[in-house]
């Protein structure tokens, strides 16, 4: 079993910026791939980035591609989103995942594990 724990949401105006985190236990986090999702009010829960388990490798969808970047500590079992140059339209609750099926981050049923989602509110 793993516990993901993500903090670092709140309100932001637009064209600033978040960092959200995500504290993983239970596991070996250097063993695992991580992700990062997000769902917007009637929306379905999308992929935004993710990261190897060795940090080297990293995804994101396009949309978010120069804007955020995800990181990992492996010390501190944490995996970052950093978010720059935040939009209304990434307004949603931020979700990580762990444990990887596949080799398919975007996908949320290839992830076992998720945290409880954290709220990111952009105003214009």
């Known amino acids: 079993q793993m516990q993901l724990v993500e903090s670092g949401g709140g309100l932001v105006q637009a064209g600033g910026s978040l960092r959200l985190s995500c504290t993983v236990s239970g596991r070996t986090f250097s063993a695992e791939d991580m992700g990062w999702f997000r769902q917007a009010p009637g929306k379905e829960r999308a992929f935004v980035g993710g990261?190897?388990?060795?940090?080297?490798?990293?995804y994101y969808v396009d949309s978010v591609k120069g804007r955020f970047t995800v990181s990992r500590d492996n010390a501190k079992n944490t995996v970052y989103l950093q978010m720059n140059s935040l939009s209304p339209e990434d307004t949603a609750v931020y979700y990580c995942?762990?444990?990887?099926?596949?080799?398919?981050?975007?996908?949320?049923?290839?992830?076992?594990?998720w945290g409880q989602g954290t709220q990111v509110t952009v105003s214009s």
């Open positions: 995942a762990a444990d990887l099926v596949t080799s398919r981050y975007y996908r949320d049923s290839d992830w076992r594990y």
């Open positions: 990261i190897s388990l060795s940090g080297r490798g990293t």
